[in-house]
C-alpha cells in the first residue's frame, strides 16, 4: 500500500457502497499526482474547504474548449497537484464501449495523468481528471490517434447526449443515438471553439420518459413522441391482469388524462386524449406500445439556476419527423443559435434570453408560428403587444 | 506531425455488441427479471441482458481496467454505462447471467438499480476537483449510499427515486428536478479582495453577474462592494471574478430539496423544492445529511401509493402534510422571495391542518 495518512477519508472506505477512497488510494500507489490529490481532500475534510484555484486558461492547439484548467491553493503542500487540469473526453454515444477501447484510454491517462477518471462527467463526457500543463498537448495526441476527441467547455456547444434508445429500447421513436451522433460531427466547430454567449447543451430522449433528463438540463431538448394511436395487444394486457396488476387502479385512474377504459376483458384508449405520458406504456411493455407516426417535440431554455433561476424547457414545435440528414432540426437549431448569438448578453443562457426578450420575438425571429401546444394557458395579463402590421387590418 | 482535430468520439456503432447491432430498433419488450437484471427481447426472438452495478463515478484507471476483465469474461467486451453512472454489462447469453452477479457480489459491486429502486446518485466534483463547492460531493454520496445501500439491490419502493447532489448552485450536476436533491450551499456573503480586484476582474461584468444587483462599481478604488441585504450568497459573482471568494467553512453547508422530476409519465416534469435549508457539512460522514435523506424517503416509501413518485405523492396529500409526516420544521426559508416568488403562495382557502 502506498504510504498515506487519512484518518478521515479512511471513514469513507467502509461500508457495502463502492467507494471512491479506494480509487484514489489505487491511483495513489503508482502516481505521485493522485497521492497528492488524496492528501489535498484530506486537508479539505479537515478544514471544510476546497483547496483549489479559480481555473487558468490551458488547452490544446487549435481548440478553445476541452480542457479545464486547476491549479492548487497548497501547492507548498501538495507540489504535484500544483497544476492538475481535467480534460473532457467526449463519450461514445449512449456510453456504449468495447473493452479495447476503454483499455486504450486507460493506458493513454496512466502515460499522461493522474489514473483518476469519472465514467462519466455530468454532461456525459469521459472525465480525464487531473494532469500537468505540459502533458495537455501529448495526451491530446494521443488520445485523437487512438479515435478520441475532446468534448465541449466554455461559451460552447457541449457534449450532446442522448439515451440508449433504438439500441436497446423498445419505446425509441426517434435514433436517439444516430442523432446525436450526427449532430456532435456536425458541430464539432461549435463544440471546440467557443463562439457563443455562453453554454449550449443538446439533450436527446428517444420518449417521454427522458431519461437524459433533457427537459431540465438542455438548451435544446429533443423528446421523442407520436401522433397517431397506442397499439394495443388486448392478450398480453389481459396478460397482465392474470399475472395480478390491477389495470383499473395501477394504469386506468393514474391516466393523467383519464382516457383510458378497462372492463376485465379488454381495454380502450380514447387516443385523441392521450397526451403520451408513457405510464400505460411504461407499466405494460408487452401489451402497449408507442404508435407508428413517430418523431420528436422540441422544446428549448432549460438550465440549473445560475443566473436568473431554473427553468424546464418550453416547447416550440409540438412534432417533427427525424429521419437522416435531419436537414429540419439542424436549420432550426442554426436559427436559434443566431439569434441568441446576436441578441445574448454574456453569460446568458438561451432561456433567461427568451425571458428577456419575450416568446413572441423568439418565435417571429426563428420563423415558428405559434401554436396552443406551446402553453399550458394563454396569458392572463392585458399587456399585450402588437406588431405594427398587425394594426389598420381590420379597418374597412 | 500533428495530431488530427474535429473528428469526433468514437462512433458509437462500433461499439455495440452483435445482439443490438442485429436487433437495433427491432426490441419487442423487456422485462425486470430481478433487481439489476434487463432482459431486452427483440421481434426476432433474440434476447439481450443488461446486469447492472453501481460505481462510485469517481474510478482509477485500475477499476476501469477490473470492470473490462470482467465484460470480457462474460460479455465478449461489450459493456456501457447509464445516464446515472452505473456500469451495464451487456449479456446475450442468460446462462452466464449469474455467474457474472456472483462475480460481481464476489468484487464488491452492487447489482440493482433497477424498477422501484434507489438507482446511483449523480454527483458533482466537490473537494476533489472543484473550484466553487460548498460541500464535498463524492463523500456525502458515499456515506448515504451505505445507508440506503437495500433500497439499491432491492425493488421495494413505491416508485423509483432519484437523488442527485451538486456541491453549488452552478449545479453541474443539475439536481433541481430530482425527487431528492442534496445541495451545497453558502451563506455569507463574498469577501471582496480590494487588492486583487484591479488585477484579476472585469467590473462592470461582476456587477451584470448578481441576479439580485446586490454588487456595485466602486470606480474610484478600483474594487467592488456588496449589499449584504441583497446578496443571497448564490458564488455567481466569484465565477467570474476570482477576488470574491465566497466559501466559508463555519457558514457552508448542504440544503434538501424534495419532489422533483424528469419524466412525463403521469404528472408533468417539475422542480424540487426547499425542503431543509440547511444542514451542516460534518465530514467525513455528513450523520445529520444522511439521516435527514433516509427519513424522507422512509416516510415517502410508508405514505405513498404504488406508482407515485415523491414529488406525486407530496402533491396529493399536500406539502403541509410533508412537513407534518416527515417532522421537517417549516420556517421562513421555505417561503420563495425570488423573482417569480408570488406563485407559489396559496391563493385559495383550501389547505390541510396538517
Known amino acids: 500500500m502506498a504510504n498515506t495518512n487519512t484518518p478521515l477519508l479512511d471513514e469513507l472506505e467502509k461500508g457495502k457502497w463502492p467507494s471512491f477512497v479506494k480509487d484514489l488510494k489505487q491511483a495513489a500507489e503508482k502516481n ?97 481528471l487531473g494532469t500537468t500543463t505540459d502533458h495537455l498537448q501529448s495526451c491530446y495526441d494521443d488520445l485523437s490517434e487512438a479515435g478520441f476527441d475532446l468534448g465541449g467547455s466554455g461559451s460552447a456547444l457541449r457534449t450532446p447526449s442522448a439515451c440508449v434508445g433504438p439500441a436497446r429500447c423498445e419505446w425509441a421513436c426517434i435514433d436517439s443515438l444516430d442523432l446525436c451522433y450526427n449532430l456532435t460531427m456536425t458541430y464539432q466547430d461549435q463544440m471546440h471553439r467557443p463562439m457563443f454567449p455562453y453554454k449550449f447543451k443538446i439533450k436527446i430522449s428517444a420518449c ?63 387516443d385523441e386524449d392521450c397526451t403520451r405520458c408513457m405510464h400505460c406504456i411504461n407499466l405494460m411493455p408487452k401489451a402497449l406500445r408507442p404508435g407508428k407516426e413517430r418523431g420528436a417535440s422540441i422544446l428549448v431554455g432549460g438550465k440549473a439556476p445560475i443566473v436568473r433561476g431554473a427553468l424546464l424547457s418550453w416547447v ?51 420563423d415558428l408560428p405559434a401554436v396552443p401546444q406551446m402553453v399550458k394557458a394563454p396569458r392572463t395579463n392585458p399587456y399585450v403587444f402588437f406588431w405594427p402590421e398587425d394594426l389598420n387590418k381590420e379597418v374597412k | 506531425m500533428a495530431a488530427k482535430t474535429d473528428i469526433g468520439p468514437p462512433n458509437y456503432k462500433t461499439m455495440l455488441p452483435p445482439v443490438i447491432e442485429r436487433n437495433y430498433g427491432n426490441w419487442l419488450y423487456h422485462e425486470i427479471l430481478k433487481p439489476g437484471v434487463l432482459m431486452h427481447v427483440s421481434k426476432s426472438g433474440d434476447a439481450l441482458y443488461s446486469v447492472r452495478a453501481g460505481s462510485p463515478r469517481l474510478v482509477s484507471t485500475d477499476h476501469i481496467r477490473e470492470i473490462c476483465d470482467i465484460a470480457d469474461r462474460y460479455c465478449n467486451g461489450y459493456l456501457r454505462f447509464t445516464s446515472r453512472h452505473n456500469i451495464e454489462f451487456l449479456l446475450d447469453n442468460r446462462d452466464r447471467v449469474e455467474p457474472l452477479i456472483a462475480e460481481l457480489k464476489d468484487r464488491g459491486y452492487p447489482v440493482g438499480g433497477t424498477g422501484h429502486s434507489i438507482s446511483n446518485i449523480v454527483h458533482t466534483q466537490g473537494w476533489v ?135 412525463n409519465a403521469r404528472s408533468a416534469p417539475k422542480f424540487s423544492k426547499l425542503a431543509i435549508p440547511f444542514l ?37 396529500v399536500g406539502w403541509e402534510r410533508f412537513f407534518a409526516l416527515t417532522g421537517i420544521p417549516f420556517t421562513d426559508q421555505h417561503i420563495d422571495d425570488f423573482d417569480m416568488a408570488t406563485e407559489t403562495f396559496r391563493t385559495s382557502a383550501q389547505f390541510k391542518w396538517r
Not at chain 2, 290 to 316: C, L, P, Q, T
Request: net charge neutral; charged share 25%; proline share 6%.
Open chain 2, 280 to 316: 451542516p457539512n460534518n465530514p467525513p460522514r455528513w450523520p445529520e445529511v444522511v439521516d435527514a435523506v433516509k427519513n424522507i424517503i422512509e416516510v415517502y416509501a410508508s405514505h405513498a401509493r404504488k406508482h407515485e413518485r415523491v414529488g406525486e405523492w407530496i402533491e396529493r
Open chain 2, 129 to 263: 476537483h472543484c473550484h466553487t463547492p460548498a460541500t464535498d460531493a463524492s463523500g456525502p454520496v458515499k456515506a448515504l449510499m451505505d445507508e440506503i445501500y437495500d433500497y439499491f439491490v432491492t425493488m421495494k419502493l413505491p416508485n423509483h427515486v432519484r437523488i442527485a447532489l451538486a456541491c453549488c448552485l452552478n449545479m453541474c450536476g443539475a439536481v433541481h428536478c430530482s425527487d431528492i436533491a442534496i445541495l451545497g450551499i453558502h451563506r455569507t456573503v463574498p469577501k471582496t479582495d480590494n487588492a486583487r480586484v484591479p488585477n484579476v476582474c472585469e467590473i462592470p461584468s461582476t456587477v451584470a453577474s448578481c441576479p439580485t444587483g446586490a454588487i456595485r462599481g466602486d470606480m474610484k478604488n478600483k474594487t467592488l462592494t456588496v449589499n449584504e441585504e441583497k446578496c443571497m450568497y448564490c458564488g455567481n459573482c466569484y465565477t467570474v471574478c476570482p477576488a470574491m471568494p465566497i466559501a466559508d467553512p463555519d457558514n457552508d453547508g448542504i440544503s434538501i430539496w424534495v419532489g422533483g422530476k424528469v419524466s
Open chain 1, 208 to 270: 417521454a420518459n427522458d431519461c437524459v433528463a433533457s427537459i431540465a438540463r438542455s438548451d435544446l431538448s429533443v423528446i421523442g413522441t407520436w401522433k397517431d394511436a397506442i397499439e394495443i395487444d388486448q392478450k398480453e394486457v389481459l396478460a397482465c391482469a392474470a399475472a395480478g396488476m390491477n389495470i383499473q387502479k395501477e394504469v386506468c385512474d393514474l391516466c393523467p388524462t383519464r382516457c383510458m377504459e378497462w372492463n376485465d376483458q379488454k381495454l380502450k384508449i380514447y
Open chain 1, 32 to 128: 505521485p499526482m493522485a497521492k497528492d490529490l488524496l492528501h489535498q481532500l484530506e486537508l479539505s475534510y479537515k478544514d471544510k474547504i476546497g483547496h483549489w484555484k479559480h481555473g487558468g486558461i490551458v488547452g490544446v492547439k487549435g481548440y478553445g474548449s476541452g480542457v479545464i484548467g486547476r491549479y492548487s491553493d497548497r501547492p507548498d503542500l501538495f507540489p504535484n497537484v500544483q497544476a492538475f487540469h481535467t480534460m473532457r473526453v467526449n463519450h461514445p454515444t449512449g456510453w456504449f464501449y468495447k473493452t479495447d477501447t476503454l483499455r486504450k484510454l486507460c493506458d493513454i491517462w496512466d502515460k499522461h495523468g493522474s489514473g483518476l477518471t469519472n465514467m462519466h462527467g455530468s454532461t456525459g463526457d469521459a472525465i480525464l
Open chain 1, 316 to 366: 416550440i414545435v409540438p412534432f417533427m419527423k427525424l429521419e437522416p440528414p435531419y436537414d429540419e432540426l439542424k436549420s432550426l437549431i442554426e436559427r436559434i443559435q443566431d439569434w441568441w448569438d446576436e441578441n445574448g448578453k454574456s453569460r446568458e443562457r438561451l432561456g433567461e434570453l427568451i425571458q428577456r426578450l419575450g416568446m413572441r420575438v423568439f418565435l417571429k425571429a426563428v
